[in-house]
C-alpha cells in the first residue's frame, strides 16, 4: 500500500496558500527549549568526559546504531520519501520510516512534513519558515538569520497548517497514528539506550552512560546537524546546479547529515531520491534507498539520470 496522494509535487506547490496558522502553545514552547538545551549540555559535557573514561565501546556502539537510525528516518522517511515522494513504499516500511524519524526528536511526522513542502514553496522567500536571508543580506542580518533559521523559528508561535500542506498524510491512518504517538516514542528514544546498555554491561553505569551518549549527545548532535541543513547551507556552499534559492552543497556535513547537506542539487531537483550525484559526494541516505529497492520494499525510486543531471547543470550556466 502506498499512501493517497503519491507526493511528486507539495499539494502546497499546487494550490493557494489560504494563509490559515496553527498556533503553538506556551507549554510546547517550553517542553522545547527543554528538549533543545538539554541535550546541548550534554554535548558541551561530552568532550572532558570522554577524556575522563566516561566512555565505552558499549556507549560509541549504541550511540552510532541510534543515530543511523533516527538520522535515516529523517532523511529517507520524512524528507525523502513523506515530503517528497522519491519512492513509493509498501505498509511495513512506511510505518517503518514514520517511526525512526520520530525517534529523531523533531517533531511528529506530519508536522515535519507540512513545515519542509511550505519551505519548498517559498524558499528563502517572504513565507519561508526558516531562510537565514528572513531579515536582509548585510553580515548582522545574516547572522540574526543565520540564528533564526538554526533554531529560532521552532519557537514561532505560528504554526504551518497541515490540513493544506499533508492533507495525504492525515488520510493515512496508520502515519496518523505514528504522529500521535510521539511523545511515546520520545520516551522509547530517551530510554531504550539506557536498557540496553544496562542489560549489556549489567550495571547501572552502563545504563547511565549509554543514556548521557546514546540518548542525549546523538540527539543533540542530530538535531544540529538537521537544523545546519536549514541554515548553513543557505547561506554557504557551491550552487553547481540551478535552484531558484540560495541552496549550496556543503561538503563537510555531508557525511553527518546521510547526504542531505547537498542541498544544491536537492532544491533543484525535489523530488530526486538521491542528492549526492556528482562523483566522490556520499550519499548514505541513497544507499538506504536502494538497499530497501532490492530487498522489494520501495518500488518507483525516481534516481538521478545523467541526461536529468546535466539538464540542471547546463540550465546553471
Not at 502506498?2 to 503553538?24: C, H, I, Y
Not at 514561532?156 to 492525515?170: F, G, H, K, S, V
Amino acid at each position: 500500500m502506498t499512501p493517497p496522494t503519491a507526493v511528486l509535487e507539495p499539494p502546497a506547490a499546487r494550490a493557494p496558500d489560504t494563509g490559515a496558522t496553527e498556533q503553538k502553545k506556551r507549554w510546547e514552547q517550553a517542553t522545547l527549549a527543554v528538549a533543545i538545551a538539554v541535550p546541548f549540555a550534554a554535548i558541551v559535557a561530552a568532550i572532558p568526559l570522554a577524556w575522563g573514561g566516561w566512555l565505552g565501546w558499549h556507549d560509541v556502539v549504541l550511540a552510532t546504531v541510534m543515530y543511523a537510525v533516527s538520522g535515516h528516518g529523517i532523511t529517507v522517511g520524512f524528507h525523502r520519501y513523506f515530503t517528497h515522494g522519491a519512492f513509493k513504499a509498501n505498509r511495513g516500511l512506511r510505518i517503518a520510516l514514520a517511526t525512526a524519524g520520530s525517534l529523531a526528536i523533531e517533531g511528529p511526522v506530519i508536522r515535519w512534513v507540512a513545515d519542509h513542502r511550505k519551505h519548498h514553496r517559498y524558499s528563502d522567500k517572504e513565507g519561508d519558515p526558516h531562510s537565514p536571508w528572513r531579515y536582509g543580506e548585510s553580515l548582522p542580518a545574516l547572522l540574526k538569520g543565520l540564528f533564526f533559521a538554526h533554531m529560532g523559528w521552532l519557537f514561532d508561535t505560528e504554526q504551518t497548517p497541515t490540513r493544506q500542506y499533508a492533507p495525504d498524510l492525515l488520510a493515512d491512518r496508520d502515519i496518523v497514528r505514528v504522529s500521535r504517538a510521539f511523545p511515546a516514542l520520545v520516551a522509547v528514544s530517551l530510554l531504550a539506550p539506557a536498557l540496553i546498555g544496562g542489560l549489556w554491561s549489567m550495571s547501572w553505569q552502563g545504563a547511565l552512560t549509554a543514556f548521557f551518549w546514546a540518548s542525549l549527545v546523538r540527539i543533540g548532535l542530530l538535531h544540529h546537524v538537521t537544523w545546519s541543513i536549514n541554515s548553513i547551507c543557505h547561506a554557504a556552499g557551491d550552487r553547481p546546479f540551478n535552484a531558484r534559492d540560495k541552496s549550496g552543497n556543503v561538503w563537510w556535513l555531508a557525511a553527518l547529515s546521510m547526504g542531505e547537506s547537498w542541498h544544491n542539487l536537492h532544491h533543484a531537483d525535489p523530488t530526486c531520491a538521491r542528492h549526492g550525484v556528482l562523483r566522490g559526494q556520499i550519499d548514505s541516505s541513497a544507499r538506504v534507498i536502494q538497499l530497501c529497492e532490492a530487498l522489494g520494499w520501495a518500488t518507483d525510486v525516481r534516481w538521478p539520470t545523467a541526461q536529468r543531471v546535466q539538464a540542471k547543470r547546463a540550465s546553471a550556466s
